[in-house]
């Protein structure tokens, strides 16, 4: 175990205290969202989200905005659990030891906002945090980690207080924008940039949003970053957190997956797959777990059917959806590049962004017609949605349409949404009003 004032040196170019830090471009309603949440004195803040969407760059933003309004800087603390020097002593001792080398070198009373990077590294942290909580220690805690363990009810019954969680998401487009100079704060400036606008959306569903890779040029860079952002989320986050023997196959899972964003997929058909690649029997709990543990780090996001009935809702087949397209055209195997399902999955990102995953569904009916999004609220469903590229073809329109309308009649609700390349405005069929919006100008709003 590494003594407090080695603990300090490697620490101390991490912290405010230290040097000065980088905090890159301020996400704004995140922040907000954090200095709210702070005011609640017992309760504990959890920033959870993808790897690489921003978590650590936030949290020191936070800390920043604390000491521009008057706290020490020596009343920060940051500590990241994937700090390599660290790494090898991560336990419950470890905690300890990093807190008392804190109070005892650098503050040792006044109150203190604490970050603990990656929480989920350390074994039993939860017991820590409980303790610190009776002992009434004179601190803030905001935890961050690239799991949705840490927002779990389970974890909320072992600790004293709440945990007010806030999921980040790579960057949303007009995010996307702005981290390209791009800011559309007049009324008329989505007429007069319409072009370069255009042209960045293209960027956004070829690249994504992970902020690293936005300030990227140069094209083969990006893809490489976006390869070992997929690296580190399948070995670090899955593999070694899970403790998976069988890595080619979680490896081989995790892209077939990603092969099939914007498709119904189930455990069964995964299975299937992978033992025709491996040759070997694979147990049908490891490829669900597996598909758990993907959601779980945020890589992937599965969309159950809409139906009255839990049941079928729990046996049939979800849609999954990619956490950022940049992963999909990196990682998938594809010999096109299939424009109209890299819209949907975009649409299906800043749909979990707004709403959240259990507000979502999709529709099917017993003859294959099928709606891309349901938005339910309360008992009902409140908006329905089909995300068409090409809505211009006769065939395509016919089909799309013909699926919302019977959505429409069989769950009774009129707001209807087609998101198209570029299409625009209003048509009524059959009573009813169906309204058309391009994809760049929807995610803008």
């Not at 009810?153 to 949303?172: A, C, H, Q, W, Y």
């Not at 042209?199 to 994504?208: A, D, F, V």
């Not at 777990?289 to 993907?294: A, G, K």
């Not at 729990?314 to 999954?320: D, F, G, H, M």
Request: glycine fraction near 4%; hydrophobic fraction near 40%.
């Amino acid at each position: 175990m590494i003594d407090k004032k080695e603990i300090i040196a490697v620490l101390a170019p991490l912290n405010y205290w230290g040097k000065d830090q980088d905090t890159g471009f301020n996400r704004e309603d995140y922040l907000k969202t954090i200095e709210k949440f702070s005011k609640a004195k017992e309760d504990i803040i959890a920033i959870t989200g993808v790897r690489r969407a921003g978590k650590t760059y936030l949290s020191k933003q936070f800390l920043k905005l604390l000491i521009k309004k008057g706290i020490a800087k020596e009343q920060t603390f940051y500590v990241n659990f994937e700090e390599p020097k660290i790494e090898p002593f991560l336990s419950l001792d470890l905690l300890d030891n990093i807190y008392e080398a804190y109070r005892t070198i650098i503050n040792k009373e006044d109150f203190a906002y604490i970050v603990l990077d990656e929480i989920q590294n350390i074994p039993q942290w939860e017991k820590w945090a409980r303790i610190m909580q009776e002992k009434k220690e004179n601190i803030k805690l905001l935890i961050t980690g690239s799991s949705s363990k840490l927002l779990s009810k389970e974890l909320s019954t072992v600790l004293t207080g709440r945990i007010l969680g806030i999921n980040i998401f790579p960057l949303d487009f007009k995010e996307f924008l702005n981290f390209k100079g791009l800011e559309l704060n007049k009324e008329y400036s989505l007429l007069t940039q319409k072009k370069k606008i255009l042209r960045l959306l293209n960027e956004y569903i070829n690249y994504g949003g992970f902020p690293k890779v936005a300030l990227e040029k140069d094209d083969a860079v990006k893809s490489q970053m976006l390869k070992e952002i997929f690296e580190g989320i399948i070995y670090r986050d899955i593999i070694s957190r899970y403790r998976i023997i069988n890595t080619i196959v979680a490896r081989n899972a995790a892209e077939i997956t990603l092969n099939n964003f914007s498709s119904l997929i189930s455990a069964n058909n995964l299975r299937n797959i992978l033992m025709g690649l491996s040759k070997k029997k694979i147990s049908p709990n490891f490829i669900v777990n597996l598909l758990d543990h993907l959601e779980k780090t945020f890589l992937i996001c599965q969309i159950p059917i809409f139906s009255y009935k839990i049941k079928e809702q729990k046996l049939y087949q979800k849609k999954v959806y990619c956490i950022d397209n940049g992963l999909i055209n990196a990682i998938a195997f594809r010999f096109s590049r299939d424009i109209g399902k890299l819209y949907e999955n975009t649409v299906a990102i800043e749909l979990l962004k707004r709403y959240g995953k259990e507000k979502l569904f999709y529709w099917k009916s017993g003859k294959h017609e099928e709606v891309d999004f349901l938005i339910k609220e309360g008992l009902k469903i409140k908006r329905m949605i089909q995300v068409c590229y090409n809505i211009e073809e006769r065939d395509i329109k016919k089909r799309e349409i013909k699926a919302l309308l019977k959505a429409s009649k069989e769950l009774k609700c009129k707001d209807l949404l087609v998101i198209t390349e570029e299409k625009e405005g209003e048509e009524k069929i059959e009573r009813n009003k169906i309204k058309y919006i391009p994809l760049w100008k929807w995610l803008l709003e």
